[in-house]
């Protein structure tokens, strides 16, 4: 079954320090994969995807995602955390059979002052 | 900006009620979802339509149903409310792939609890 992971239930990262965000994945053929971001009381927002294309992706609020074929993972990455990426993030992959997203079970990444 | 809009932020049901959650989109888009989202779950595809008076089977589609009349608007139905349908409901919208990997659009969410 294709499906994909988010093995850290939370990340805590001081603020102005770089934060990874993991998310690996299992599809046949080829992957297409995305990030959202679900800040306190609304809904989710599209940070960014991948297609096709150069493996480093680049997203919404400075945040970008490392597609790696071999590791099967595409983990999102900031340089420089603020308090304000506090929220709950979500990896998705498109299953290729049906075409519906599967989403990861979401990781809450909390940046502290 | 594509806009996903839900008819309640929060709503309190009892047992046994018929509920109804509806979604707007503004976008013209073909697609529309209804999620539910639950800790340490992350979210479950309970119901999709690709086109007006279409319907498919998500993930987890037992005790509810949906509607579509009309393109812009996908209705969400609990025909009768159970403790275990408590949860955050959440609308999405996209276009039609046609060959590009469009992302959804998300609603703010419906959280719903039945006592």
């Known amino acids: 079954a294709q499906s994909v992971a988010q093995p850290e239930d939370q990340v805590n990262v001081a603020e102005g320090n770089p934060l990874t965000v993991k998310c690996t994945y299992s599809?046949?053929?080829?992957?297409?994969l995305f990030w959202y971001v679900q800040y306190p009381n609304r809904g989710l927002q599209f940070l960014l995807k991948y297609i096709t294309g150069d493996n480093l992706v680049k997203g919404s609020y400075g945040f970008e995602a490392e597609f790696n074929k071999s590791q099967t993972s595409f983990h999102l990455k900031k340089p420089s955390a603020l308090v304000s990426d506090s929220a709950l993030y979500f990896c998705?992959?498109?299953?290729?059979?049906?075409?519906?997203?599967?989403f990861g079970t979401g990781t809450r990444l909390q940046v502290f002052p | 900006d594509v806009k996903v809009t839900q008819s309640s932020r929060y709503l309190v049901k009892r047992t046994g009620e018929k509920v109804f959650l509806e979604c707007v989109q503004d976008?013209?888009?073909?697609?529309m979802f209804w999620y539910r989202q639950d800790p340490g779950l992350g979210l479950r595809l309970i119901y999709f339509?690709?086109?007006?008076?279409m319907k498919e089977k998500g993930d987890i589609p037992e005790g509810y149903s949906v509607s579509r009349e009309k393109k812009e608007r996908f209705s969400l139905i609990l025909e009768s409310a159970s403790t275990n349908q408590t949860s955050m409901y959440l609308c999405a919208s996209s276009l039609w792939g046609q060959g590009d990997i469009d992302e959804q659009f998300f609603g703010p969410g419906t959280r719903l609890t039945v006592l």
């Open positions: 599809v046949s053929g080829n992957p297409y």
């Open positions: 339509s690709y086109d007006v008076k």
């Open positions: 976008m013209d888009h073909e697609n």
């Open positions: 998705a992959v498109r299953d290729t059979n049906t075409d519906k997203l599967i």
